[in-house]
């Protein structure tokens, strides 16, 4: 039956996501706790887990910053101490996200978008405190977030999609223990990255996707896109054979418990990771286009983006087959391409040459 629902991964991952977020919660304010309830049916687990993790980075750092809250338990911090706060706390949060060190001394460093993501997640636990009367003013909202940067999309052109095909392939330019891995998974590699540049799917969709959510018949499978919501996908031909050729050699894999029905496997025999799929892009990324050093995932999401906008002009489109919930995202991304189709048509015009005499004296007009 095409299309059987399998939950196994995605429940798996909320069980695991809570079960974090619970020991986070300990370490936090109990109004955090409060505001996580509030937010439980219009957010998901991942979502509510990585503004746990920048609760407790704003947190750590009053600890560190302001001597108010030298020797406060956190998880002891009630409404008096959140209305002792004022805008240039959340300033010196700015700040410090730039540069500090994590609980086990790592140097992390944040640059314009991760700053934007985790004030904005403050700003909305602090709307939350201000709505229910537990502190007297927004304090956050005092406080601009940083100016975003237009970055050019990073993309792969039709070359370098060849070579980087090629090379998972056929293993040519990698290092000689790189060859040895890719003889094994050569079949793999190459379906992963033909799913990437022919459907545009997220890396942690592709990594949920299950035997039982594909159906050849129809050229298409089903994701669990962000927020839970599920979806049909469809792919091309060359992606259909690419998946077959997998298929057959994975048949003669016994997958460990639990990971029987996962798509992709690791050499491990376990449903493959969004660690080991980004290392394997960068690796034949590298190949490929060694100049562009921040090849990924979603980068070839992206050159599935640009293929796509370029071939049909349809904006609408391209944000339905990426996901976007908001047209305007996809538009940000790849409106600049219009201008392009602009100067286009402006160097193919077709115009009659014109004399000019220029022995021929002018007046001014």
Not at 149 to 172: N, Q, T
């Amino acid at each position: 039956m095409p299309y059987q629902q399998k939950a196994d991964y995605k429940t798996q991952q909320d069980i695991r996501r809570t079960g974090r977020l619970r020991q986070l919660q300990r370490e936090l304010p109990a109004v955090c706790t409060d505001f996580f309830r509030s937010i439980g049916h219009t957010t998901s687990t991942l979502t509510r887990l990585a503004y746990a993790y920048d609760y407790r980075l704003f947190f750590d750092y009053l600890q560190k910053e302001n001597p108010d809250f030298a020797d406060v338990d956190i998880s002891l911090i009630g409404d008096r101490e959140l209305s002792s706060l004022t805008a240039r706390d959340i300033e010196g949060f700015q700040d410090y996200l730039g540069q500090y060190f994590t609980r086990d001394e790592s140097l992390m460093q944040n640059h314009e978008l991760g700053i934007m993501r985790k004030l904005c997640s403050l700003r909305s636990l602090f709307e939350y405190l201000f709505k229910n009367g537990h502190i007297p003013a927004n304090i956050a909202t005092l406080v601009s977030l940083p100016k975003l940067h237009e970055k050019p999309i990073l993309r792969l052109d039709y070359e370098e999609m060849e070579k980087m095909l090629e090379a998972a392939s056929s293993g040519d330019g990698l290092t000689e223990h790189q060859q040895k891995l890719n003889r094994k998974t050569a079949s793999r590699d190459v379906a992963i990255l033909l799913m990437f540049l022919g459907t545009g799917i997220r890396v942690s969709e592709l990594v949920g996707i299950n035997l039982s959510d594909v159906d050849f018949e129809e050229n298409a499978f089903q994701v669990t896109r962000k927020g839970g919501n599920q979806t049909i996908l469809y792919f091309p031909d060359q992606v259909g054979d690419a998946l077959r050729r997998y298929l057959e050699e994975r048949s003669e894999i016994e997958p460990l418990p639990g990971h029987e029905d996962a798509l992709f496997l690791s050499l491990q025999k376990r449903r493959i990771t969004q660690r080991a799929v980004e290392n394997l892009v960068k690796k034949y990324a590298l190949v490929a286009a060694p100049l562009k050093k921040r090849l990924s995932p979603h980068k070839l999401r992206s050159t599935f983006g640009t293929n796509l906008y370029q071939e049909t002009g349809d904006i609408y489109l391209v944000a339905d087959v990426l996901g976007h919930s908001d047209v305007n995202t996809t538009r940000r991304h790849y409106a600049a391409m219009s201008e392009e189709h602009k100067r286009q048509a402006a160097r193919r015009a077709v115009l009659p040459k014109t004399q000019t005499n220029n022995n021929e004296e002018t007046e001014d007009e």
